[in-house]
């Protein structure tokens, strides 16, 4: 494959590629001084990003450093884009400058696709709209089986703001490949008109599926995309599906707490729940330079072209 567009594209053979990758790459540099593989030297990595990110865009700077690619990091705040300049004529820019995979994040769904067929180079989706974000859910499917050593039977719950969650969509397709199985709880209001084509269990009752569970993923409550009519108030929100330390004693004794970030601690999250033993969040972050890096490596083939 030439592009990572969406975890839905993705097959078990090609997920668990992803994941082995990772995993070769974690070991071969555990108890490095020096954490750098030569494998893209004299290739050039573009982020180029239109919205807001901290660990994706770190994470993805990482990863093309660690294997030795030159690394351009793109915001769109502060360049041309100001002027009016396009996603195309942009990316075209960039590719002239000689970038050999650009690694997008857009605040519009399906722009990853639109730039994949502009460009020669290899398009990874950092995050597009509500759609996608697929390197998000192999680094949290990485760090389930890292954890529970298995993905095939893993009962997960992605909890909370389902509607304008890209990394839950990517979660949904990419862990049900995988042979987890996820249960969607939400609202009514915070779920997709569509879910009930998704290869998901649906429940409105947080206490009724954590003792189930194996795996509790909580999703941010995106309150800048959010309409007063789908979230009338915190505290009730928090008081119906927020994750405290009383509902964290109802897992079973091997489950996980997961969350992508960035959190609302206090609100669909705990404090100290977000910090306790069972919470992978930190994991979940330095995972994802394994697992970016895996990607470039095999998106990138390791030899200049
Ligand atoms: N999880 C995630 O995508 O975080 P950032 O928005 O900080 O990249």
């Keep these: 494959k030439r592009h990572l567009l969406e975890a839905a594209d993705l097959d078990r053979a090609d997920a668990t590629l ?57 915001s769109a705040k502060g360049s041309s884009v100001s002027k009016g300049e396009s996603l195309k004529d942009t990316a075209l820019t960039l590719e002239a400058m000689g970038s050999d995979a650009i690694v997008v994040r857009h605040p519009s769904s399906g722009a990853p696709h639109r ?9 990874v989706n950092a995050g597009d709209g509500t759609h996608e974000h697929p390197t998000q859910a192999l680094l949290d499917a990485y760090t389930i089986r890292r954890r529970l050593g298995r993905l095939d039977g893993v009962r997960v719950a992605v909890v909370g703001d389902v509607l304008h969650s890209r990394v839950a969509r990517s ?28 290869p998901v269990q649906v429940s409105y009752d947080l206490d009724a599926v954590l003792p189930k569970a194996d795996v509790v993923m909580m999703l941010r409550v995106q309150l800048e995309r959010m309409n007063a009519s789908f979230f009338p108030s915190a ?12 509902r964290l004693a109802a897992l079973g004794d091997e489950a996980v707490v997961m969350h992508p970030g960035p959190m609302n601690r206090g609100m669909e999250i705990a404090a100290d729940v977000a910090d306790s033993v069972r919470s992978t969040i930190v994991e979940q972050v330095a ?8 990607v470039l490596y095999l998106l990138l083939g390791g030899a200049s072209s």
């Design 171 to 198: 979660n949904v397709w990419l862990l049900s490949t995988l042979g987890a199985e996820v249960t969607l709880v939400a609202p009514p209001t915070l779920l997709p008109v569509g879910v009930g084509s998704w």
């Design 115 to 123: 730039l994949a067929g502009w460009v020669r180079g290899s398009v």
């Design 18 to 74: 992803v994941l082995d990758t990772a995993a070769q790459i974690e070991s071969a540099l555990a108890g490095r001084e020096v954490k750098k593989l030569p494998t893209l030297r004299g290739r050039t990595v573009v982020n180029l990003f239109y919205e807001d990110s901290t660990r994706t865009r770190i994470s993805f700077e990482l990863a093309a450093k660690r294997l030795s690619a030159d690394v351009i990091n793109f």
């Design 235 to 246: 505290r009730e929100y928090s008081r119906r599906y927020g994750l405290d330390a009383l």
């Design 287 to 294: 995972n994802g330079v394994s697992v970016r890096m895996a």
